[in-house]
């Protein structure tokens, strides 16, 4: 080990945890020595992870350090199991995201993209991104993710963008990639199409407009036709987007609907506009929305699109990319789409046309990305036919739909299933194609020669990166297809194309499938989907098997870390949380540890400081407890682990906590298998705070007291080795969660260890439970032991004794006893000197009669097997405390009266907020508790 990385001596260990003093240290030892790449030779199944690449935006979040933390652990978990394990790292291009954050830089110089160009534009993009990816990997090697950073991926990498235009060539020559119009989903800010999972809808107060629409003869003219909706020759709809109205090529009513079953085949006549339109029955139709006629706009709305599709309607599209009107808009050409509902309103009431306007809460779409109110426009895009089928009885969408009925792929919560499988049941065919400059150009050219003024589509094989020559005509005259592939398109090819697909790679062989894809909850569809439908189709022609081609067995999913109100965390609510702000005060692993064990799988949760601070406070009392510990150790000394062939012949603590130690070694294990990674936590956390350091290493003190003593007639054993055996023990099963301090606190432990064929932590084997350590009477009896003191310590503290202060105690408890329990009494007497050590107490009575232990003024605490006795007459003066009771209660009482009267007030309870009311409740019932505390506190006066 390098100089600098020599750890100090254990006589010296600091008081406190620094975890600044060990990270970077630790990380770079690990790093160096090569712990994060898959061992050679190593046995088993190979465990491999494929990192859901974060965006190029700059910074990780609090979503990636929970990502990181999950991930870590299974990783590190499965490396000690000894298993070959890959965890594959990298970045995703983020299409849209780091497109739009040049364009703001650009546009703070007064410039856009088309001002310097598609080459120079990308150059910029290029050196955003070379900044942005280095920081982003730091990031991840603070929160300590063992990642093998030799085979870090970038998706606009050559590797994987080869597989995309294989993928892209694969999909086409099958007959899966078409273009065509279509209405989708735009957005006018960011200049692309979206797909359906890149809107965000939103519930906003609008309004429902009533227009009139007048009613035409057979002649084409208008009419005082009374059978119109509002008896006056007219047909009256309602519609949320006015604006649209210049683009109407129809009007729609339900067949059944009776109002209008006499207007169906005869014409309307747009207002302001003039075009004559048809009126169509449709079961798309909902009569009990506004008036039950809807005005129908193909080129504006999906619904629309459909009903126009089923009925021959033209489309018409009256608003441009940018979200201002264009010439089909007539009078309005040129005005902003808002700026033009306002006036078309305004022309419609002038005219007679508006019927009424009422008050409407409707869902809008907004880009996920800036927030701008989606438009759905008529555009020609390129599309993956997902439920086309490919072969006979088999598309893209089905397949992926049968491995996870079929149980091949199985995700944690198990409840995500039902929502992937309504999707997968439901999905439309995928938009791929992005009107932007940066990510994956599509690799279609247009010849200009053919007869077809480029219309002619040439998708070359993969190997050929830009053809030369028209296959059809020989022309030389090519253009590429301006536009770039949806970025999920390089994504759902993740797990594949980071091994080498499409070459059967060695790594390909040997780590496909992955195992576990682990990823938030919300992008189940965006991209968990598209992942499994790729990957399924792009391995076919390398693997017959069908549980060979899928890319993952599982699927984690974990939820949303929300502030401490619960609220999502936006840059524009002000509420984000750097989590290496947090990690440079706090710790990775507090950090980690806090975030694995404050929710459960695929649960959101909550997180503040206080929470994170906990955890540090958790990682200090396991380094104060390993410094007394090896501080114990005199220099030189190896410590041999306890065997079982002596077990009978340790004490009753030792068999208990290593009782205890091997339940949590099992419970670990199956916990950590069925992915219950949070509950794993609380039970090491339990054990190793409360158990070990709060027990036995208090025990353990006693018996090295003594034995420092030179108190031979008890016949204190050596607690040493037990204690290092508990404590290496925890390390390891802890180091998953805590890499940092276990890697410190192992490595210091270290040279006491009798045989360690191991240099790291991080590749020590991780603890396998062996039953026959599982002793349930030393449990009993140890436990019968701390039940007393906790019961002492509980009447000390409502007695409010001083701490230091020793006092006199009775433990009545009786071998015979019904229900005392075989040996009660032996326990407790050889526990007696940690009762009277841990619980402070002088003399100790231990009788086995009730009738032994004074009954008129004392404490009693009722426990399973025994029970505890305080005489309180020399703890306290009886007439003093007697009357600071009564004044308590006194007080509790006035306090509890006001609140009854607010309580059963009705005008209170009908007037205030039910948060209040319960708050009241709750205010309540705690006086309550408390008045009764202090009566029993009273009685035990006598």
């Given at each position: ?12 260990m600091?008081?406190a ?10 990380y770079?030892?690990?790093e ?18 494929i990192m859901?690449?974060p965006n ?5 979040h609090?979503?990636?350090?929970l990502?990181?933390t999950?991930?870590?652990i299974l990783i ?10 890959l965890?594959?790292p990298?970045i995703?291009?983020a299409a849209?995201a780091v497109?739009?954050?040049v364009?703001?830089e650009?546009a703070q110089?007064?410039l856009t993209?088309h001002?310097?160009g598609?080459?120079r534009?990308?150059e910029?993009v290029w050196?955003?991104v070379?900044?942005?990816?280095a920081r982003?990997f730091?990031?991840h090697k603070?929160?300590?993710?063992s990642?093998?950073?030799?085979r870090e ?7 994987p963008?080869?597989?995309?235009r ?7 020559r ?5 273009r065509?119009?279509r209405l989708?989903?735009w957005c ?16 906003q107060q609008?309004h ?6 007048p009613?035409?003869?057979h002649?084409g003219?208008?009419?005082d ?8 020759g ?8 006015p604006?649209?109205?210049v683009?109407d090529?129809?009007?729609?009513v339900?067949p059944?609907d009776e ?6 085949g005869?014409?309307?006549r747009?207002?302001i506009i003039g075009r004559e ?6 079961e798309a139709i909902?009569?009990e929305f506004?008036t039950?006629a809807l005005?129908?706009t193909?080129?504006?709305d999906?619904v629309d699109?459909?009903i126009?599709?089923?009925?021959g309607l033209p489309i018409?599209?009256a608003?441009?990319p ?6 089909e ?7 902003d ?5 306002e006036?078309i309103?305004?022309?419609l ?12 809460q409707?869902?809008i779409?907004h880009c996920e ?6 438009e ?6 390129w599309?993956v036919a ?8 088999r598309?893209i969408?089905?397949e992926?739909?049968r491995v996870v009925?079929?149980?091949l792929?199985?995700?944690?919560p198990?409840?995500f299933t039902?929502?992937?499988t309504?999707w997968?049941e439901?999905?439309r065919d ?9 990510g994956h150009?599509?690799?279609?050219w247009?010849c200009q020669?053919?007869p077809s003024?480029?219309r002619t589509?040439?998708v ?5 990166e830009?053809?030369?020559?028209c296959?059809?005509?020989g022309g030389?005259s090519?253009r590429?297809?301006?536009d770039t ?15 080498g ?5 060695e790594?390909l062989?040997?780590?496909y499938p992955?195992?576990?894809m682990?990823?938030?909850?919300e ?7 598209r992942?499994i439908?790729?990957?399924?189709f ?5 693997r ?7 890319p993952?067995r599982y699927?984690?999913?974990h939820?949303?870390?929300?502030d401490?109100?619960g609220q999502k ?16 005060k706090?710790?990775?692993d ?6 694995i064990?404050a ?6 949760q909550?997180?503040w400081?206080?929470k994170?601070e906990?955890?540090r406070?958790?990682?200090?009392k396991l ?5 007394f510990?090896?501080m114990k150790?005199?220099?030189g000394t190896k ?10 012949r340790?004490?009753?603590e030792?068999r208990w906590?290593l009782?205890?130690?091997?339940h949590?070694?099992?419970?670990v294990?199956q916990?950590l ?6 509950e794993?936590g609380?039970?090491?956390y339990?054990f190793?705070w409360?158990?070990?350091?709060d027990?036995?290493v208090?025990?353990?003190k006693v018996?090295l ?6 108190n ?5 054993s050596?607690?040493q080795?037990?204690l290092?055996?508990v404590l290496e023990t ?5 180091h998953p969660y805590?890499?940092?301090?276990t890697?410190?606190?192992w490595?210091?432990l270290?040279p006491?260890?009798?045989e360690?064929?191991?240099?790291a932590l991080i590749?020590?084997?991780?603890p396998?439970?062996e039953?026959?350590?599982q002793?349930?009477e030393?449990?009993?009896?140890v436990?019968g032991?701390?039940?007393?003191v906790?019961a ?5 503290s409502?007695k409010r004794?001083e701490p230091a ?6 433990v009545v408890?009786?071998d015979s006893a019904?229900?005392?329990g075989?040996g009660t009494?032996?326990a407790i007497?050889?526990?007696a000197?940690?009762?009277?050590a841990?619980a402070r107490?002088r003399?100790l009575?231990?009788?086995s009669?009730?009738s032994?232990a004074p009954r008129?003024?004392?404490?009693t605490?009722?426990?399973?097997h025994?029970q505890a006795v305080?005489?309180?007459a020399?703890l306290?003066d009886?007439e003093a405390?007697?009357a ?7 007080e509790v009482?006035t306090?509890?009266?006001?609140i009854?009267a607010k ?6 309870r009908?007037r205030?907020?039910r948060e209040i009311?319960?708050?009241e409740?709750?205010r309540r019932?705690?006086?309550q508790?408390r008045?009764?505390g ?7 006066l006598?």
């Amino acid at each position: 080990m390098a100089k600098e990385d020599k750890l100090e001596s254990a006589g010296a260990m600091p008081k406190a945890y620094d975890p600044c003093a060990v990270e970077e240290r630790l990380y770079r030892m690990w790093e160096e020595r090569g712990y994060f790449a898959p061992r050679d030779g190593a046995d088993g199944e190979p465990f491999t992870i494929i990192m859901p690449p974060p965006n190029l935006t700059g910074e990780l979040h609090l979503g990636h350090a929970l990502m990181d933390t999950v991930e870590d652990i299974l990783i590190r978990w499965h490396r000690m199991r000894g298993e070959p394990t890959l965890w594959l790292p990298g970045i995703d291009h983020a299409a849209i995201a780091v497109h739009t954050m040049v364009e703001r830089e650009l546009a703070q110089e007064g410039l856009t993209r088309h001002d310097i160009g598609r080459e120079r534009f990308l150059e910029r993009v290029w050196a955003f991104v070379n900044a942005s990816r280095a920081r982003i990997f730091d990031q991840h090697k603070r929160l300590g993710a063992s990642a093998d950073w030799s085979r870090e991926r970038f998706t606009m990498d050559p590797g994987p963008a080869r597989a995309v235009r294989t993928a892209f060539y694969e999909l086409y020559r099958h007959g899966l990639i078409y273009r065509g119009e279509r209405l989708i989903n735009w957005c006018p800010r960011c200049s692309t199409a979206l797909s359906d999972l890149e809107v965000n809808h939103e519930e906003q107060q609008g309004h429902l407009w009533h227009v009139r629409y007048p009613l035409l003869d057979h002649q084409g003219r208008t009419t005082d036709d009374p059978s119109g909706a509002s008896g006056q020759g007219f047909i009256t709809i309602a519609t949320t987007r006015p604006e649209t109205i210049v683009a109407d090529t129809g009007v729609a009513v339900h067949p059944e609907d009776e109002r209008y079953r006499s207007l169906v085949g005869r014409r309307a006549r747009l207002p302001i506009i003039g075009r004559e339109l048809p009126i169509v029955a449709d079961e798309a139709i909902d009569p009990e929305f506004g008036t039950g006629a809807l005005k129908v706009t193909p080129g504006h709305d999906q619904v629309d699109f459909e009903i126009g599709q089923r009925h021959g309607l033209p489309i018409v599209n009256a608003i441009a990319p940018d979200g201002t009107m264009n010439a089909e808009a007539g009078p309005y050409q040129g005005m902003d789409r808002f700026a033009c509902r306002e006036a078309i309103v305004r022309d419609l009431e002038e005219q007679g046309f508006l019927a009424k306007t009422e008050p409407y809460q409707h869902s809008i779409g907004h880009c996920e990305r800036c927030a701008t109110i989606v438009e759905p426009l008529i555009s020609e895009q390129w599309f993956v036919a997902v439920n086309k089928e490919y072969l006979p009885g088999r598309s893209i969408a089905g397949e992926a739909l049968r491995v996870v009925n079929d149980g091949l792929i199985r995700f944690v919560p198990q409840r995500f299933t039902r929502d992937y499988t309504n999707w997968m049941e439901n999905i439309r065919d995928w938009c791929i194609s992005r009107q932007l400059w940066w990510g994956h150009r599509i690799p279609v050219w247009y010849c200009q020669d053919c007869p077809s003024s480029g219309r002619t589509a040439i998708v070359p094989p993969p190997e050929v990166e830009e053809p030369d020559r028209c296959e059809e005509c020989g022309g030389a005259s090519l253009r590429q297809d301006e536009d770039t592939l949806d970025t999920w398109f390089s994504s759902a090819l993740w797990p594949c194309s980071t091994l080498g697909w499409p070459d059967d790679t060695e790594d390909l062989r040997r780590f496909y499938p992955t195992a576990v894809m682990e990823t938030g909850y919300e992008i189940i569809f965006f991209w968990v989907a598209r992942m499994i439908m790729m990957g399924l189709f792009c391995m076919e022609g390398l693997r017959d098997d069908v549980s060979k081609r899928i890319p993952f067995r599982y699927v984690y999913l974990h939820g949303m870390v929300r502030d401490e109100h619960g609220q999502k965390m936006s840059k524009t609510k002000g509420n984000v949380v750097d989590p290496i702000v947090l990690v440079e005060k706090y710790g990775a692993d507090a950090l980690r540890f806090n975030l694995i064990t404050a929710g459960g799988t695929g649960q959101d949760q909550r997180l503040w400081e206080e929470k994170v601070e906990a955890a540090r406070n958790f990682a200090n009392k396991l380094w104060n407890a390993a410094r007394f510990v090896i501080m114990k150790l005199d220099a030189g000394t190896k410590v041999e682990p306890p065997s079982l062939a002596e077990r009978e012949r340790l004490p009753a603590e030792d068999r208990w906590i290593l009782s205890r130690l091997d339940h949590l070694v099992a419970d670990v294990d199956q916990l950590l298998r069925d992915f219950q990674l949070n509950e794993a936590g609380h039970r090491m956390y339990d054990f190793l705070w409360s158990e070990y350091c709060d027990w036995y290493v208090e025990m353990a003190k006693v018996r090295l007291r003594e034995q420092g003593t030179g108190n031979k007639e008890q016949g204190w054993s050596d607690p040493q080795p037990v204690l290092v055996h508990v404590l290496e023990t925890g390390l390891r099963l802890l180091h998953p969660y805590m890499p940092f301090l276990t890697e410190e606190l192992w490595q210091r432990l270290r040279p006491y260890l009798a045989e360690v064929p191991y240099e790291a932590l991080i590749v020590a084997p991780y603890p396998r439970s062996e039953p026959a350590w599982q002793d349930a009477e030393a449990e009993r009896q140890v436990e019968g032991v701390i039940d007393v003191v906790r019961a002492i310590r509980n009447i000390r503290s409502e007695k409010r004794v001083e701490p230091a202060r020793y006092i006199e105690a009775y433990v009545v408890a009786n071998d015979s006893a019904a229900g005392s329990g075989q040996g009660t009494r032996s326990a407790i007497e050889a526990g007696a000197p940690y009762i009277e050590a841990l619980a402070r107490v002088r003399p100790l009575h231990i009788v086995s009669q009730a009738s032994e232990a004074p009954r008129e003024g004392v404490a009693t605490a009722v426990l399973p097997h025994a029970q505890a006795v305080v005489p309180l007459a020399e703890l306290m003066d009886a007439e003093a405390e007697r009357a600071r009771l009564c004044k308590e209660m006194e007080e509790v009482e006035t306090y509890l009266q006001r609140i009854e009267a607010k309580l059963s007030n009705e005008q209170f309870r009908a007037r205030a907020p039910r948060e209040i009311v319960a708050a009241e409740e709750e205010r309540r019932a705690a006086a309550q508790t408390r008045l009764e505390g202090l009566r029993r506190a009273l009685e035990e006066l006598g």
